[in-house]
């Protein structure tokens, strides 16, 4: 699991390539101008929540809102992209992964072991100073 830093078609090939294409690659996504191509149309990240917004689901796990997309990147072939939405935020935001049959529980709960390590890294360099060395 990645941040949105380090999604990109080179390191999505170099996982997949582990394990003879045994290992999936999720992380995060951000918005930008990258092409997404969804029922035969190019759409950036944006404009393809924006034209799947009638399909929003409702999670009473993790009181969120969410889409899902299956749809074609370029370079990297087949994905799935999670839109979500917490409630009390009106940012959404993306997970990519190429295991295509992936749930959206599965993935919140994959990104979320992530995001407990996150917290970890910015607690040591605030709290111990090591972001100084």
């Not at 029922?39 to 950036?44: A, C, F, L, S, V």
């Not at 929003?56 to 072939?77: A, D, E, M, Q, T």
Request: hydrophobic share 35%.
């Amino acid at each position: 699991m990645t941040d949105t830093w380090f999604t990109c078609a080179e390191l999505i090939n170099k996982v997949r390539s582990l394990a003879k294409g045994k290992i999936h690659f999720p992380g995060m996504v951000k918005p930008g101008t990258r092409k997404y191509t969804f029922e035969g149309k190019d759409y950036t990240l944006n404009k393809l929540r924006e034209y799947c917004s009638g399909n929003i689901k409702r999670c009473r796990k993790f009181n969120s809102r969410y889409i899902i997309v299956n749809c074609y990147l370029k370079n990297v072939g087949d994905i799935k992209i999670f839109f979500s939405r917490y409630h009390g935020c009106k940012k959404w935001v993306a997970i990519l992964t190429t295991k295509t049959d992936l749930d959206y529980i599965e993935a919140v709960k994959a990104y979320s072991i992530r995001w407990n390590i996150e917290i970890g890294f910015k607690e040591m360099k605030q709290l111990l100073g090591l972001g100084k060395c």
